[in-house]
């Protein structure tokens, strides 16, 4: 499975990714970058945080925000040429959608 880091930047300080993690696929690290981007982002002091999903060969697949309140907040993916709005409310998860019976 391909690696990829997750670099964090919020309040004037930089925490570069040096371990990575390993995902299925380019939308699982997104999907798992938008989650930390999240959770940080629901302390006041760091609304503003930026997560940056970077492959192991140093190419950057998305630059996410942190969602507030249920607002749409815009994260673009990198070489898609577009925005998408991922609200707070919709939760994100790693994990497949259970079957349905």
């Given at each position: 499975?391909?690696?990829?880091?997750?670099?964090?930047?919020?309040?004037?300080?930089?925490?570069d990714?040096?371990?990575?993690?390993?995902?299925?696929s380019?939308?699982?690290?997104?999907?798992?970058?938008?989650?930390v981007?999240?959770?940080?982002?629901?302390?006041?002091?760091?609304?503003?945080?930026?997560?940056?999903?970077?492959?192991?060969?140093?190419?950057?697949?998305?630059?996410?925000?942190?969602?507030?309140?249920?607002?749409p907040?815009?994260?673009?993916?990198?070489?898609?040429?577009?925005?998408?709005?991922?609200?707070?409310?919709?939760?994100?998860?790693?994990?497949?959608?259970?079957?349905?019976?």
């Amino acid at each position: 499975m391909p690696r990829y880091l997750v670099h964090i930047t919020m309040a004037h300080m930089s925490f570069d990714d040096e371990c990575g993690l390993t995902c299925a696929s380019d939308d699982d690290a997104i999907a798992y970058g938008q989650r930390v981007a999240d959770e940080i982002g629901a302390e006041d002091l760091y609304r503003n945080v930026i997560v940056r999903v970077v492959k192991s060969n140093g190419e950057q697949i998305a630059r996410l925000t942190a969602a507030s309140f249920g607002v749409p907040v815009p994260s673009t993916i990198a070489g898609s040429g577009i925005e998408r709005n991922r609200p707070q409310s919709v939760p994100v998860s790693l994990q497949p959608p259970a079957e349905k019976p």
